[in-house]
T-cell receptor, first 117, second 112 residues
Framework: DAGITQSPRHKVTETGTPVTLRCHQTENHRYMYWYRQDPGHGLRLIHY???????DKGEVSDGYSVSRSKTEDFLLTLESATSSQTSVYFCAISPYGGLAGGTHEQYFGPGTRLTVT | QQQVKQSPQSLIVQKGGISIINCAYE??????FPWYQQFPGKGPALLIA?????SEKKEGRFTISFNKSAKQFSLHIMDSQPGDSATYFC???????????FGTGTSLTVIP
C-alpha cells in the first residue's frame, strides 16, 4: 500500500462521541486525501491537504474536520459521530496533486472501517 | 449529484471473455480519467488512466476507450481471468482543482 498506514483499522463508537482517524505516509508526498466509501456511492472526497497546514473541503465535508501539522500525518476528526458516518474511510496520497501535465496517481491506504452505533 | 456515472453495477463474465465497463460525465473541465481496481478488504489501486487528447490507451489486457464528444469512457478487459474478479471504479479529475470524482463502482465476477 505504497507506504501508507491508517489507524485504527476498525473502530466501533457510540453516537455523539468524538473520533479521530490517522493517516501516516512514508513517501513524503505533498498531497493527502480522505475519502469515504459507501455502497452505491463509490468513493467520495471528504477533505484534502496540499501541504502542511493547507487543507480544503471535498464534496462531503460536513461533520468532518482535518489537520496536517506534519508532512507525513493527516488526521480526520468526527467531532460528534453520527450513524450516517458509519463507513469505510480511505486515506490517499499523491506526489503532484492537480498540477497539469504531472502524474495524478493516487495511492490508497488499507482503510478504516468505522461503525457508529 | 453523481459527477461520474458508471454502469453496470455488477457484471459476470466467462473466463476468456471481454469485460466492458462504461462511464459518463458532464463536466467538460475534467481532463484526467483513471480506472481503479479494488479487491475485498483492500484500498483501490490505479489500473490505467487516460487524458482526453487520445482516444484509446492500452496496457496489457486492459484498454480505455475515450469519446470526448460523447463525454464517455470505458474500460475493456480482454481475455478476462478469475483473478480479475474485483470492483472497478472510474474517476475523473478537473483541470481546475485537486478533486477526484469517482463512479459508483462495478463488481466484476469472472467465472472459470
Amino acid at each position: 500500500d505504497a507506504g501508507i498506514t491508517q489507524s485504527p483499522r476498525h473502530k466501533v463508537t457510540e453516537t455523539g462521541t468524538p473520533v479521530t482517524l490517522r493517516c501516516h505516509q512514508t513517501e513524503n508526498h505533498r498531497y493527502m486525501y480522505w475519502y469515504r466509501q459507501d455502497p452505491g456511492h463509490g468513493l467520495r472526497l471528504i477533505h484534502y491537504s496540499y501541504g502542511v497546514k493547507d487543507t480544503d473541503k471535498g464534496e462531503v465535508s460536513d461533520g468532518y474536520s482535518v489537520s496536517r501539522s506534519k508532512t507525513e500525518d493527516f488526521l480526520l476528526t468526527l467531532e460528534s459521530a453520527t450513524s450516517s458516518q458509519t463507513s469505510v474511510y480511505f486515506c490517499a496520497i499523491s506526489p503532484y496533486g492537480g498540477l497539469a501535465g504531472g502524474t495524478h496517481e493516487q495511492y490508497f491506504g488499507p482503510g478504516t472501517r468505522l461503525t457508529v452505533t | 449529484q453523481q459527477q461520474v456515472k458508471q454502469s453496470p453495477q455488477s457484471l459476470i463474465v466467462q473466463k476468456g471473455g471481454i469485460s466492458i465497463i462504461n462511464c459518463a460525465y458532464e463536466n467538460t473541465a475534467f481532463d484526467y480519467f483513471p480506472w481503479y481496481q479494488q479487491f475485498p478488504g483492500k484500498g483501490p489501486a490505479l489500473l490505467i488512466a487516460i487524458r482526453p487528447d487520445v482516444s484509446e490507451k492500452k496496457e496489457g489486457r486492459f484498454t480505455i476507450s475515450f469519446n470526448k464528444s460523447a463525454k464517455q469512457f470505458s474500460l475493456h478487459i480482454m481475455d478476462s481471468q478469475p483473478g480479475d474478479s474485483a470492483t472497478y471504479f472510474c474517476a475523473a479529475e478537473s483541470n481546475t482543482g485537486n478533486q477526484f470524482y469517482f463512479g459508483t463502482g462495478t463488481s466484476l465476477t469472472v467465472i472459470p
